[in-house]
């Protein structure tokens, strides 16, 4: 990942160095097990871990200019290790195990420590929207179906919503971490042949990992419910962002992206603020949309491996997770400096003329006593009236012939009161209230 979207808690689990130390321990505790049955000498076992390099930078170089020779990234490696570790001792790294034994043991990992990140960083998100909803839980705001005035609701209202989606979206990454961190250390093509199950126990118990049957690779759907958990929070992220552009237009102008000291918005124009976080959410979730792809296409692998997964994988799990935990923090960022106008909410419920109470109006008249369809023309000659020559809805209603305005003024004033449309407003935070934050 370009360093503009990286983040320093998910750089250092997918860095080169983060690799390569996993790799050293789950080899250190592979010899350790097989110490612990007699298969290697006990100060063997003892001798590799207390030589072991020290996995820096210039480690990694020393790896990365074997592998120039072998071709082969775990053969160079344990080329470099075993050398590092010397004497007899040496001779006992990689024993009975093949290369996806140490790089989807890693993998598997490393994906479970970016999960982790990406839960606390979700839980986090969801504090920040909970607070927003609840401080504009009564801020008046139209909702709108298709772009066009509907009923009203209210900002919190629909803050609360995303706090329930992004909810479901850190159950899903809770769900997809139990999925990923998993190890197998059951050799070429999983059957064992020369390295005990006691060996994979012992190493997954180490790591926290839990064995599971596989052939020479850990099955690739597991890595596909990774991506989708990231993709998911993506686009819930988007979600909120495109709601937050739309609500920012010039025309609409009901919330603004904090705008610090000394920000520029535009290179040509000084008058501009534009919403430039909820865009870049927006074009980052598509990103990590399309690596679920990728993913998806790696689960069907050649008999019991082939690599066609592998460079796909260097490149999207960890751009996916990064990008996951950009959008989350770059998102929490925008919400906690949002400005919100409550004041432009009403002016643009209100410059509807009162149409946003047609529904109510509705079945207002159908409770006292005309046929739905009756009421329906009512209701929508008078509406259309209203939006073609700008005037007051509840005055056409009145004037309108069909409509007996004395009889009816009760039952009027019911429909267009706005407490009446928000009177259960409740029940959306009633299951915010019950988030765990």
């Known amino acids: 990942m370009i360093p503009r979207y990286s983040t320093p808690e998910m750089s250092a689990i997918w860095s080169d160095v983060s690799k390569f130390a996993r790799w050293l321990e789950v080899e250190l505790l592979a010899t350790e097990a097989h110490a612990a049955i007699g298969v290697v000498p006990a100060d063997d076992a003892a001798e590799c871990r207390a030589r072991a390099p020290h996995v820096d930078e210039a480690l990694v170089q020393a790896i990365l200019d074997r592998e120039a020779i072998t071709d082969h990234d775990v053969a160079a490696f344990v080329d470099v290790v075993q050398e590092a570790i010397g004497g007899t001792a040496g001779k006992w790294i990689h024993y009975g195990l093949t290369s996806s034994d140490v790089g989807d043991t890693t993998l598997c990992w490393q994906m479970t420590d970016a999960m982790d990140v990406l839960i606390e960083q979700s839980t986090s998100l969801l504090g920040t929207i909970v607070e927003l909803a609840r401080s504009h839980r009564d801020t008046v705001m139209i909702g709108r179906t298709h772009g066009i005035h509907a009923e009203p609701t209210t900002f919190g209202a629909k803050v609360a919503l995303w706090a329930l989606q992004v909810d479901r979206d850190r159950q899903r990454l809770r769900a997809a971490r139990d999925t990923v961190a998993v190890m197998k250390l059951s050799g070429a093509v999983g059957t064992y042949s020369n390295v005990p199950p006691s060996v994979e126990a012992h190493v997954g118990g180490a790591l926290g990992l839990r064995p599971v049957a596989a052939t020479q690779v850990?099955?690739?759907?597991?890595?596909?419910?990774?991506?989708?958990?990231?993709?998911?929070?993506?686009?819930?992220?988007?979600?909120?962002?495109?709601?937050?552009?739309?609500?920012?237009?010039?025309?609409?102008?009901?919330?603004?992206?904090?705008?610090?000291?000394?920000?520029?918005?535009?290179?040509?124009?000084?008058?501009?603020?534009?919403?430039?976080?909820?865009?870049?959410?927006?074009?980052?979730?598509?990103?990590?949309?399309?690596?679920?792809?990728?993913?998806?296409?790696?689960?069907?692998?050649?008999?019991?491996?082939?690599?066609?997964?592998?460079?796909?994988?260097?490149?999207?799990?960890?751009?996916?997770?990064?990008?996951?935990?950009?959008?989350?923090?770059?998102?929490?960022?925008?919400?906690?400096?949002?400005?919100?106008?409550?004041?432009?909410?009403?002016?643009?419920?209100?410059?509807?003329?009162?149409?946003?109470?047609?529904?109510?109006?509705?079945?207002?008249?159908?409770?006292?006593?005309?046929?739905?369809?009756?009421?329906?023309?009512?209701?929508?000659?008078?509406?259309?009236?209203?939006?073609?020559?700008?005037?007051?809805?509840?005055?056409?209603?009145?004037?309108?012939?069909?409509?007996?305005?004395?009889?009816?003024?009760?039952?009027?004033?019911?429909?267009?009161?706005?407490?009446?449309?928000?009177?259960?407003?409740?029940?959306?935070?009633?299951?915010?209230?019950?988030?765990?934050?």
Request: glycine share 6%; with cysteine; net charge negative.
């Open 218 to 437: 850990i099955a690739r759907d597991r890595h596909a419910e990774f991506l989708y958990a990231c993709a998911s929070t993506g686009a819930t992220c988007e979600l909120m962002a495109v709601e937050l552009r739309h609500l920012q237009r010039t025309e609409v102008r009901e919330v603004q992206e904090g705008f610090k000291a000394g920000q520029k918005g535009s290179s040509a124009m000084p008058h501009k603020r534009n919403p430039i976080s909820a865009e870049t959410i927006s074009g980052l979730a598509r990103v990590i949309r399309s690596n679920l792809l990728a993913g998806l296409q790696d689960v069907a692998l050649w008999h019991e491996r082939d690599i066609s997964h592998s460079s796909v994988e260097r490149v999207v799990l960890p751009d996916s997770s990064q990008l996951a935990h950009y959008v989350m923090r770059r998102l929490q960022r925008l919400l906690g400096g949002l400005v919100v106008f409550p004041e432009r909410m009403v002016a643009n419920l209100d410059a509807s003329h009162g149409l946003v109470f047609s529904q109510p109006v509705l079945l207002a008249l159908v409770s006292s006593g005309a046929t739905r369809d009756e009421a329906y023309r009512i209701v929508q000659r008078n509406a259309m009236r209203a939006w073609d020559e700008g005037s007051d809805f509840r005055t056409l209603l009145e004037s309108d012939p069909d409509v007996d305005a004395d009889r009816l003024a009760p039952v009027l004033d019911e429909a267009f009161d706005l407490r009446r449309s928000l009177r259960h407003i409740g029940e959306v935070f009633d299951q915010v209230d019950a988030l765990e934050v």
